[in-house]
């Protein structure tokens, strides 16, 4: 890790607009890293309560378990996917944090959940790892809560084949971010940074090189993936607006679809999404959906994992599923594709042939 990660950390937190950015090997250590940070700077504290969307990846929801924080699950809107102001206010007083993620490249109403935490003293995260580029209320998702994370494993939007960011405007919380991220030693701190912590620890030069103050791993990435992610940021703008084009197509094809929930958009700004996803009325449209675009070649997934804490890991480690109807509905009824910039138009309009409700 050195000079091509420097850089693509430099120049990802300007495009992103903030601060502070640090590199990482994939976007389930981001999220990781960025737990052991908050709790080592006593952002957070052991056992305390954390939301987080049913509706996500599992490696959003395991640091909270494995770091010994007590997740909170909420429930997604139908018609965004996200987690709204509506269901979080029921169990927001409650909480010490909220590690939201923002779903597909769609958000709810982010500005007021981001209002509603501030009012509460809730400290908001964003796992913004499915949701580069996307804009609401004028502001980049990732740009809401104290710190964001993102993935570039291939399939994301951009992409170092494997990588991950942790960016916050925070500067202590980034100091922790730069302990945390190698083996808890002082040494990619600033050198005013160090002395302080030295001082503060009384350790001298020498034995400074293998003083280790925090928990930490070492999540650092090589300078391959630097040099990837420096060949990928000048072509931000092309792939976040192809997939937003794309998206406009299959919203297009869906508008007179009612076999299917209609996703509402209209708040955003921009929609950057890397898969698409398809909500069926019922099971059995679900099943006629799933063969018509296996039968057309298109391969299929679940949308994410589903309401996770149905995943054998969360009921193992937690407790039994818990009530989160919409994020099981779209479990049960739901698929998605994948929404690449390198599309072709035969292809979009093989899709778009897809998602069209058959006729008679
Ligand atoms: C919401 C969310 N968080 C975290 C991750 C983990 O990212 P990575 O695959 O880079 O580990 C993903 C991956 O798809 C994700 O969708």
Known sequence: MSEQCRRFEAGFAARQGRRFAVFVDNGSVANLLLIQAMLNADRFRPGGKIGFSALTWPTNVMPLIQLGLTPVPLDCELATLNVSPRGLAPVLNDLSGLFLTN?????????????????????????????LGSVVDGRLLGNFGLAATFSFFVGHHMSTIEGGMVVTDDEELYEHLLIGRT???????????????????????????????????????????????????PYWDEIVTRRADNFARFAAALADNDEVHRLDVGHMDLVSNFAMPVVCRDPG?????????????????????????????YRRHVSQPAACPNADLVHENGFY????????DDELTLLCAQLRKPHG
């Open 285 to 313: 449209l679900a099943g006629r959906y799933r063969a018509r675009f296996d039968g057309a070649g298109v391969e299929i997934r679940p949308v994410i994992a589903g309401n996770v804490t149905r995943q054998p890991f």
């Open 183 to 233: 083996h808890g030693w002082d040494r990619n701190l600033d050198a005013s940074a160090a002395a302080r912590l030295r001082a503060g620890h009384g350790v001298d030069d020498f034995y400074a090189r293998y003083t280790f103050y925090e928990l930490a791993s070492n999540f650092r990435p090589t300078e391959i993936a630097g040099f990837l992610g420096n060949t990928q940021l």
């Open 103 to 131: 779903v597909l490249g769609f958000c709810d109403d982010l500005p007021r959940i981001r209002d509603d935490c501030a009012a509460a003293g809730v400290t908001l995260l964003e796992d913004n790892c499915e949701s």
């Open 337 to 344: 594709f994948g929404n690449n910039p390198e599309l072709t």
